[in-house]
């Protein structure tokens, strides 16, 4: 049976892993389909059975089915940790996904808003209590970095704005302490002071420091819902996403001579190659400002 030790290693994964619930989703996602695969396909019935060619065939049809080499990549993340798993718990005597190769992929650079955008982005006149919100929202977001599920859980006792920085828990449960500056602070503190309890309605017990018009916990669909009226209402064409906000973050402080160890801690980034690909474009820009202003180039 194949089942069975699928279950326990979502339990693994939830439980003593303590992955996010996005992170178990795509692993469900990508593990359903290795299993389908494994019982209609390759007709196995135990995990022990289970060969090298039996995931390199599964991973070939992915290919044929025009599944991007990222997606590849990504399920066969997964597959080699269940199968690592598999070992681990001495239910299978041997590693079936050693040597796999991952595909090469082609890495994208994160679209970034110019300083210019920023300015327009966050300049909300904040005169009723959900723009009082959305401002501060966009301030934080801005000045930390923050994904946008770190921002939605935040607890108003994560805020610590007179020692001026912001605790929050990131992927894994990891928890990190990220500075705040003097405008994101400012524009929380009116948030707080002056639009929240306008939000959260008598009686609510609620901690969550952004909330909805109905005074519960703001969603991360609700966030994208209000940067995607914020980004029209400021004129701006390009498609911003709330991680835009983190790229730019990150741009930002490197185009400005922050350095990419200091840079990896505020973004929460457990590996410092994850954090190189900004390098990639500030390098980008500083070739642009040389074609344009250099006479010889």
Known sequence: MLKPAFDDFFHYLLVERGVSDNTLTSYQRDLKNYMQYIEKVSRKAEWNDIGRTDISAFLYKLKEDGK????????????????????REQLVDHDASIHIETPKQERK???????????????????????????????????TGLR????????VSDLHLTMGFVRCMGKGSKERIVPLGDVAKKA????????????????????????????????????WKILKGITRDAGIRKQITPHTLRHSFATHLLENGADLRSVQEMLGHSDISTTQIYTHITKTRLKDIYQSYHPRA
């Open 188 to 223: 929380v503190d009116d948030y707080l002071q002056n639009a929240r309890r306008h939000l959260v309605k008598r009686g609510q017990d609620q901690n969550a420091l952004f909330v909805n018009q109905h005074g519960r916990p703001l969603s991360r669909q609700g966030f």
């Open 68 to 87: 991007s080499p990222a997606t590849i990549a990504r399920t066969i993340s997964s597959i080699r940790a269940f199968h690592h798993f598999l070992i």
């Open 148 to 155: 946008v599920t770190e921002l939605v859980s935040l607890k």
């Open 109 to 143: 650079l994160p679209g970034t808003l110019s300083s210019q955008d920023v300015e327009a982005l966050l300049a909300i006149n904040a005169n009723t209590p959900l723009k009082v919100r959305n401002k501060a929202m966009l301030e934080l977001m801005y000045a």
